[in-house]
């Protein structure tokens, strides 16, 4: 992987501290989204990470809300689906539902519970890694169903949190770390 795309992806993220509460350094990626080039490569280089570590899903799973935006990126280019995952309330049949932790908070996850079949291999995209709290619901969610959960892809990984640790044995590729 050229340094070159990665330190160009690394410029185009803000940060701004104190943001939403006092003490979080927040990783605004919203210039990055902003450029067309710098969004395609953020695809191309999770395609290259799950090929170097041979994921093949069948499925890409997206939490709400960042999830939205590079999952169905990664799934149309793959030319599988795309499962959302979303907060309580706004899928409109029977769901699983799973609580979990946030860096500053906690929350519900849902997904339809008819999304996926037993079996299934997928891989969970987010922007973000913080505490693993999100992923970890997604994860759980995943194997509820039965589908076996290939890997995770995010183009940012904050050190010193442990979300790596928290979804171990899932495996984490990102893009990009910052210190939290």
């Excluded at 280019?77 to 932790?101: A, M």
Aim: charged share 25%.
């Amino acid at each position: 992987m050229s340094d070159e795309r990665i330190n160009r992806l690394r410029e185009a993220v803000r940060t701004v501290p104190d943001f939403p509460v006092e003490g979080i350094m927040f990783r605004d990626i919203t210039p990055l989204l902003a450029d067309g080039t710098l969004l395609s490569m953020v695809t191309n280089l999770f395609i290259e990470r799950m090929e170097e570590v041979g994921w093949m899903p069948d499925m890409i799973i997206g939490p709400e809300a960042r999830g939205f935006i590079f999952g169905p990126l990664l799934a149309s280019r793959l030319e599988i689906g795309f499962i959302p995952v979303r907060k309580p309330g706004k899928l409109p049949d029977s769901t699983r539902v799973v609580e979990y932790t946030l860096e500053y908070g906690t929350n519900r996850l849902e997904m339809h519970e008819d999304a996926l079949a037993s079996g299934q291999k997928v891989v969970i995209v987010d922007d973000l890694l913080a505490t693993g709290g999100t992923v970890a619901a997604c994860i759980e969610l995943c194997e509820q169903a039965g589908a076996e959960v290939a890997g995770s892809l995010f183009l940012i990984e904050l050190d010193g949190l442990k979300g790596r640790d928290v979804i171990s044995p899932v495996q984490v590729q990102s893009l990009l770390r910052f210190p939290a």
